[in-house]
């Protein structure tokens, strides 16, 4: 079963999303609009809005560093009994980490005697197609510098094993997708230029690994994420220039760009148009761009992304706010814009046709369930004083474990402020099961 950049595994059943997606409008006073912006002739039934209940359930800690000085920054999950994450640690940050799940417990793995140019790689990616085949991807671009340091290395099931580098290797590796040894996809790119709008073209390359070279190829338009249920079927979301900023500006809107690859090409999907909220300003200076992209099935995909809009205050400038649709074989449906959705990263699939985000649960009914926070881990004196309540989890992975209703976490637990000699972060995996499930 192929796992997407995130270990996301294609779980769901197809078209369950449209269903979900027809609720979440009407709950949430989304518009359905098709892709060329018509509004389909949908009879809707009215429904109350939904309000966060507390029927989610709550993070459970899986994992906690013995470093109080660290986090994780990627996951990867092949299986409930294979699993990696990688993050940093040190005073400075300086000292990427592994550690590893066999199935009974994470340990930490010296990864550093695999791969002698490790390193500190602060942006690192972790795929895996099943266990025997996790890839890491890692790139260090130091701020004011020109250089760039990137490791790509294969984890065979016993060994960590370098992988070459693509002839280009840009400053920043942004997601990445594997479908087998010879089957992977990188997305990679550079800084984006001063004026909005304006990309160079490095920001539309993606490069294959065929097992033994990589191929470089051209998408149509810009690209965030990359994501799949198998080697011929890949989505990546990112966007694309729009209409002119104004008269006197060459630079362009952003608008939401979505492509799929079928096994012989790439080709641009009609992206969806998300409309402004309706507390927003007037004027049409607005953008949307797709973050990250969800699929099961080639009728049950799903986007998240921000648009920003006028605010309804000209003092105050541009409103932000997360976006999401679904896309179920031949058109967009929008769903829900409302500030109960949070933020666009990390998302995962649940199991169970809905999502999981940060703090909440997006369920195939169209209701949203906040999920309570982990507990408290004990601070630097061994217990949890009053400073180390003000702790918080932060989460840069979510992770559907295959043919589970689990999703797994990776991130940090930290407290701190004022240069406090109380403060820590500890690095984290933290575990969320469906009630139910």
Not at 32 to 58: E, F, H, I, L, N
Request: proline fraction near 8%; include cysteine; glycine fraction near 12%.
């Amino acid at each position: 079963m192929a796992i997407d950049s995130r270990g996301r595994t294609a779980a769901r059943v197809a078209g369950a999303g449209a269903a979900l997606c027809l609720t979440l409008l009407t709950a949430c006073g989304g518009q359905v609009r098709d892709a060329d912006g018509k509004t389909p002739s949908t009879t809707r039934s009215k429904t109350a809005s939904p309000s966060p209940s507390a029927k989610g359930g709550a993070w459970k800690i899986a994992y906690s560093s013995k470093a109080d000085n660290a986090e994780l920054r990627a996951l990867s999950v092949a299986s409930d009994r294979d699993a990696w994450a990688v993050g940093l640690a040190g005073d400075d940050w300086d000292k990427t980490f592994f550690v590893h799940y066999d199935g009974r417990q994470w340990r930490d793995y010296d990864a550093a005697a695999d791969l002698p140019k490790l390193g500190r790689l602060p942006l690192v990616k972790l795929a895996s197609s099943g266990p025997g085949n996790t890839w890491f991807f890692g790139t260090d671009n130091p701020l004011g510098t020109q250089d760039v340091a990137s490791v790509i290395a294969r984890w065979d099931g016993s060994r960590w094993r370098d992988v070459p580098l693509p002839p280009r290797m840009t400053d920043q590796i942004k997601d990445a997708a594997v479908f087998g040894p010879d089957d992977v996809w990188l997305l990679t790119g550079t800084q984006a230029g001063e004026l909005p709008g304006q990309w160079p073209v490095e920001e539309q390359t993606v490069w294959h690994w065929t097992g033994a070279h990589w191929t470089e190829v051209r998408l149509p338009a810009r690209a965030d994420a990359i994501a799949g249920r198998a080697g011929d079927d890949i989505w990546a979301v990112g966007s694309a220039p729009g209409a002119q900023v104004d008269n006197n500006t060459p630079g362009r809107r952003a608008t939401p760009a979505a492509m799929h690859y079928d096994g012989r090409g790439w080709r641009l999907v009609p992206a969806p148009q998300f409309q402004p909220p309706v507390n927003a300003g007037p004027g049409d200076d607005r953008s949307a761009v797709l973050n990250d992209v969800v699929p099961a099935g080639p009728d049950d995909v799903w986007v998240i992304g921000t648009q920003t809009y006028p605010g309804d205050d000209p003092d105050e400038g541009q409103d932000e706010a997360p976006v999401l649709a679904h896309w179920d074989g031949s058109r967009w449906e929008e769903g829900p814009t409302s500030d109960q959705l949070p933020g666009p990263r990390p998302v995962a699939p649940d199991g169970a046709h809905g999502l999981v985000f940060r703090w909440g649960r997006l369920l195939a009914d169209g209701t949203y369930e906040k999920i309570d926070k982990a507990p408290l881990l004990p601070g630097k004196t061994g217990r949890v004083t009053k400073f180390d309540r003000a702790q918080q989890l932060a989460l840069s992975e979510l992770v559907q474990v295959p043919d589970t209703h689990e999703v797994w976490g990776a991130g940090s637990i930290a407290a701190g402020g004022g240069g406090s000699e109380l403060n820590f972060s500890h690095g984290v995996v933290v575990v969320h099961e469906a009630p139910g499930g």
